[in-house]
């Protein structure tokens, strides 16, 4: 039997970054399932993400490691087979641990009972369809290559597999083991959990655009971009800012208004659940000071542009969230601020 202790806790906060303080903030009953369902689909990520690795051979790898998160036990030889081929190929250290040790923490998935089970099933095996469908859509790595999404449906279905579905996932998993949540409705909160994931990729998709675009990957629907007068290889150019700052800001007001259900996601958890309410309000409010900055610094289509959110601003937030978390009128008046910040840059 696997043992759970640092794979969930060292291991876990090396490769989690700042969403370890939402995950260590949960209420008990909910910190092993989530903890869990993100190490393993952080695992699938860094497969998915290992470029050196043939575009046909990730994916090939993604469909077996699919294959073993829905079966009824786990086929170790295969689990054995993927993290033995990536690991020499890792530059970051945590995440070639996390592929060291890729059988033992699928194990844990192997023991869990119950609906948890059930749960991340579901949610892995979305996320893994994701970022097979992610690489078949843009299965190049260079500027030459590049490729992007025709419509926004397109863009919606990958925000959805990317991130609304852990928001699917996140509410599922906490309405059986916290009794005050009955009170809420599971539909609308499964909804407005979907949003609220789907806002947060929307500020990865921004925050990382200079990336994308040097790797093949445009997330700027060519419908969109052709209102604005631009192809998707004009992006590449970042003479064309003052003409993308039209799509930015489209995709700006997009992460705003799934936003705006965000806030009443949390606005429905009972004033009681004091901890899944911080889980909720910091990724909330650090995506909002994210968006902040990228519509108050612009600058997208440069190449060197870089963008985070300091570990000192992360404190602000969480300090200001611990005096706040108790008050319905406190949180939603801290959020709109944030948000009108947003409008108010992008001329709302």
């Not at 095996?125 to 926004?152: K, Y």
């Not at 998993?173 to 994931?197: N, T």
Request: one cysteine or more; a neutral charge; glycine letters at 8%.
């Amino acid at each position: 039997m696997p043992d759970d202790s640092k794979l969930l806790t060292d291991l876990l906060k090396s490769v989690s970054r700042s969403f370890y303080l939402s995950l260590r903030v949960l209420p008990a009953p909910l910190r092993r399932p989530m903890s869990l369902g993100y190490l393993l689909a952080r695992a699938a990520d860094t497969i998915a993400d290992t470029e050196i690795v043939r575009c046909e051979k990730r994916i090939e790898y993604l469909e077996l490691f699919r294959r073993q998160v829905v079966a009824a036990d786990l086929e170790t030889s295969s689990l054995r087979e993927i993290g033995r081929s990536l690991t020499g190929h890792q530059n970051n250290p945590a995440e070639k641990i996390l592929l060291e040790r890729l059988e033992e923490a699928a194990g844990l998935l192997n023991i869990t009972t119950g609906e948890d089970r059930n749960h991340l099933r579901f949610v892995l095996s979305g996320l893994i369809t994701g970022m097979i469908q992610d690489l078949e859509d843009f299965p190049g790595n260079s500027p030459e290559e590049l490729r992007a999404f025709e419509t926004t449906d397109q863009l919606d279905a990958y925000i959805y597999h990317a991130a609304g579905i852990v928001g699917e996932f996140w509410t599922a998993v906490c309405y059986e083991p916290l009794p005050g949540l009955a009170a809420c409705s599971h539909p609308k909160m499964r909804e407005f959990g979907i949003r609220f994931g789907k806002g947060l990729q929307l500020v990865n998709v921004l925050k990382d655009t200079p990336r994308d675009l040097r790797h093949g990957r445009c997330y700027y629907p060519i419908s969109m971009l052709k209102q604005a007068g631009l192809s998707p290889s004009d992006l590449l150019n970042p003479e064309s800012g003052t003409k993308f700052a039209v799509v930015e800001n489209q995709i700006l007001k997009m992460a705003l208004e799934h936003f705006e259900a965000a806030d009443k996601y949390i606005l429905a958890i009972p004033r009681s659940e004091i901890r899944l309410r911080l889980a909720c309000i910091w990724p909330l409010w650090i995506g909002l000071k994210t968006l902040g900055l990228i519509a108050a610094k612009r600058g997208l289509l440069e190449p060197e542009f870089k963008l985070k959110i300091s570990r000192t601003e992360v404190y602000k937030i969480v300090g200001l969230s611990l005096g706040t978390v108790g008050s319905n009128s406190l949180v939603h008046g801290y959020t709109a601020r944030f948000m009108e910040e947003v409008a108010r840059r992008i001329g709302q």
